[in-house]
């Protein structure tokens, strides 16, 4: 196994074409496998993958919402398409060199509207600065740690690499070849060439100056970043880093020298994070805690085993309040609700995606208000008793925090606008986040009138215009019968009314007629004889890559829908930022905002971009 520069000296003379000698399983630098394996960044979950030829489909990273959108027929709509779509480093890289500020301002925008910038557009946005040597922008994008992280740096890396790595294939081949090797062992490395393939870009190399350049950036990692990292992440990513760089422990990282080390087996210094939480067991973790400020998506593993003392000082060192509104559900008791309470009242920020925000906002809604959270249709059942109400010190500082949220987030939608809920009973599972979904659009839309459809129309409790309302339709919308979203297309077609935009929250399961119209039809005779409106659909799916049976049927009659696609048996209010960025970058509002950043770019210097990216 390779180790550290210092305990590698012996084979550095080898120079850049090794690997093929190394012992590696990829036939580059023993040990890289696979163009970075899948060690992860902040949050991770899931281990390095550590044999294997890089795979191009790696750096790609799954979006949250499966959105039909559509890519626009302009410079910023394709810009767009590269950074929410699959793309190739060849499309960021010729995009740099065309207009390098645009290009900029679109991943800016896109990230101020909460439009989630796929890892994989990141990855060869850094890998296209630094094939053009532009090295202070590379240097700008790394500062923005949250969104060029470890992971983003050695895909990158990798990427370059990969014609260099593509010709130590190619000789361990025929090396195989000529000793007549097992016919098995010479298909994986043509299945790991075959991968490698798919995406060599067509310009750049880890050259001498961008090794001295990422080696630097190493060196200016926060000591308690670094910690973080040996406590909750795997090493692999950090050994495959040390190896394509030679990073020296004393050289590269004088903050903690221990660290690479560290990654290679070596015990962390007795007095570091790392060492006090080495031994953490459900059994001393509450008397740790009271001992040292250990991060918590450390202790929560051990949740269930924490003293009030331990959860109350928890809360009260944990700088992001953010944290504990995230996992209150695990923190709960008398001493945490005062703790948030007089956090709030000091000011301290709440800086929630405005989607968790409201998911965190209606499960205190109904903490307090003794609705059951396990059921989906209102409150209680069957003759059940309802919970007891629980009191929520801190709700009332939070219902201002969200409505001036709310009222930042307008939807950039024709008006006058028109939302149907579903609340048939095939919603039940998701029936509480598609009326939130519903009545949030509504608020959001000025101009807008909001219904629901089961077999026939239902009427809204309320019009929702601030967050109260958007909470008090959410649990008051119970769901009970058949399927039929006609209903409510049906009242604006017989009084002709003019809708520019219908918004409709469902999951596809039409099952019935109105007035003798499903709402395909319905909608096609509304759009030529009344007005050609256009039409979003927000659809709860079993599966993100189903297209859905109202779609498809919307599209065999010549109709293109808008649509956004949550899971339905999972569905998540936090991914709601990444929903309402998408639907304003298809407006021509997202265009006005790119060429404003453009002219500040310009004027003020690539610098100014680390505003929209932290």
Known sequence: MPRTRAARGAVRGRGRGRGANRGGTGGARGGRGGRGGRGRGRGASRGPRTTGA???????????????????????????GIFTG????????????????????????????????????????LAASWARHDYKLAEILLTCKDKFSLREVLKALTLLDSAREERALEKRLKRLDLQKARPSKKGKVKNDLDNIRKEIPKVGSVSGALVRHVATWVSTIPEQDIEFF????????????????????????????????HCYG???????????????????????????????????????????????????????????????EELDCKEVH???????????????????????????????????????????????????????????KLIPIADCRLRESGLPLEQPVAVFGDASSSMQVAIRTSTIVASLFCAMCGSSNLTFFEAKLKESPL???????????????????????????????????IIKTFVIVTDEEENTSSNGYKFGPLFKKYYET????????????????????????LKNLGMNPMQFVFNQARPDLTKL???????SSSSTSFNEEVMGTVKELKNKGLEHLQKYLQ
């Open 463 to 497: 019009q929702p215009e601030t967050i109260e309302g958007v909470l008090e339709v959410s649990v008051k919308v119970t769901a009970s019968g058949s399927t039929a979203p006609a209903a409510c297309l049906y009242p604006y077609f017989e009084k002709k009314q």
């Open 266 to 328: 070596k015990d962390a210094p007795p007095n570091t994070l790392v060492a006090q939480c080495s031994n953490m067991t459900a059994e001393n973790v509450s008397e740790l805690v009271m001992g040292c400020d250990v991060p918590y998506s450390h202790v929560r593993k051990h949740a269930s085993a924490l003293t009030v003392p331990a959860k109350a000082r928890i809360a009260s060192y944990t700088k992001e309040l953010d944290t504990i509104l995230w996992y209150f």
């Open 530 to 553: 009344v007005y050609p409106a256009k039409l979003v659909f927000v659809s709860f799916l079993r599966s993100q890559h189903q297209v859905g049976q109202m779609v498809k049927e």
């Open 86 to 125: 699959k793309c190739k480093f060849d499309d960021h890289y010729d995009a740099q060199l065309q207009d390098l500020e645009q290009y900029l301002s679109v991943m800016a925008v896109l990230e101020k509207s909460g439009v989630e910038v796929t890892q994989g557009a990141k990855v060869r946005c």
């Open 577 to 583: 930022d990444h929903l309402l960025g998408l639907l």
């Open 54 to 80: 890089p795979k191009p489909m790696e750096i790609d990273q799954e979006q949250s919402i499966i959105a039909n959108v559509g890519v626009l027929d302009t410079p910023v709509g394709k810009l767009r």
């Open 230 to 261: 040996a406590v909750f992440l795997p090493k692999e990513p950090w050994r495959k880093l040390a190896d394509i760089l030679h990073l020296h422990p004393q050289k590269h990282q004088p903050q903690c020298p221990w660290f690479l080390p």
């Open 338 to 396: 005062d703790i948030i309470n007089d956090r709030l009242g000091r000011g301290d920020e709440v800086k929630l995606p405005y989607g968790k925000l409201m998911e965190r906002m209606l499960y205190f809604h109904m903490l307090k208000e003794g609705i059951s959270a396990e059921k989906k249709g209102g409150r209680g059942s069957g003759g059940a008793s309802a919970p007891a109400k629980i009191e929520v010190p801190f709700f009332h």
